[in-house]
Structures are given as structure tokens and as C-alpha cells.
């Protein structure tokens, strides 16, 4: 793993949480994007080399909408940068690590991603993130 690459926050209402993380950040969303495949609306902020994205469910059954009626509203996961995401995939499950995916997908922010399951993981729910222009894929 490369670096920390971003931190996912499950958020109930976008507008007001891009204001509150821009006077909190003090700096602007550079992006939002929705992901249709996960049920999700992002916004990404930059802070050096780490990222923040705030996610927002689409629909009343989707992940981030059970993880808030969950847990309520918070951190969600922790994303690590990998120079080869299938490699690494390999390299985990041997370890004993349960993918949540067996195949990366395309994720927000031009990644490929796969999630690992937070029972192996000290509850974190942990992602792994390839660039898409990169090749391995």
C-alpha cells in the first residue's frame, strides 16, 4: 500500500456537509460525482496528500443509507492507494483478509476499488484504490 488516499464519511445531506467541511477544511469541493452502481452521491476535498469524500445515499436502501441508520453519520472507510489493485487483492486474500468484491469496479474519482470486509479488518471497512488510467486492468 502506497498511502492513505482518502477518508469516506457517510453523510445525510450534501449541501449543508460541503459547506461545513469547506469552513472546516478551508478549502473548496474540487469534485462531486455520482456513482450509480453504489447508490451514491460524492464530493471530494483535498487536504496535502490525503482526500476527504463525503458520501450521500441516493436511495432509502442503499449502503450508505443503512450504514447512517446503523451507526448514524461518520467516518465509513479508509481508502489505501496500490500501484496494482489485483496484485494486492491476491496478496490479502492469501493472507486471510474476505474481499467484499472478487473483481475491482469502478469506483468514484476515476478508481478501480475493492473493499475488504470489516469483520477482518478491526471493523474498519478498508478500500483499496487503483487509478483507472493505470495499466494491470
Not at 487483492?89 to 483478509?97: C, D, N, P, S, T
Request: with cysteine.
Amino acid at each position: 500500500m502506497l498511502k492513505v488516499e482518502h477518508i469516506g464519511i457517510a453523510i445525510k445531506d450534501m449541501q449543508a456537509s460541503v459547506e461545513l467541511f469547506e469552513k472546516l477544511l478551508n478549502t473548496p469541493c474540487y469534485k462531486t460525482e455520482m456513482v450509480e452502481s453504489e447508490k451514491v452521491n460524492t464530493a471530494f476535498f483535498r487536504q496535502g496528500e490525503t482526500k476527504i469524500e463525503l458520501l450521500e445515499s441516493i436511495t432509502p436502501d442503499g449502503v450508505i443509507a443503512k450504514f447512517i441508520e446503523r451507526k448514524g453519520e461518520g467516518i465509513h472507510h479508509i481508502a489505501f492507494d496500490v500501484a496494482d489493485i489485483r496484485q494486492e487483492m491476491k496478496r490479502l486474500q492469501a493472507e486471510g483478509f474476505t474481499l467484499l468484491n472478487e473483481e475491482p469496479k469502478k469506483g468514484a474519482d476515476n478508481k478501480w476499488v475493492c473493499f475488504l470486509h470489516p469483520k477482518g479488518t478491526n471493523g474498519v471497512l478498508v478500500e483499496l484504490c487503483q487509478d483507472r488510467g493505470k495499466e494491470g486492468l
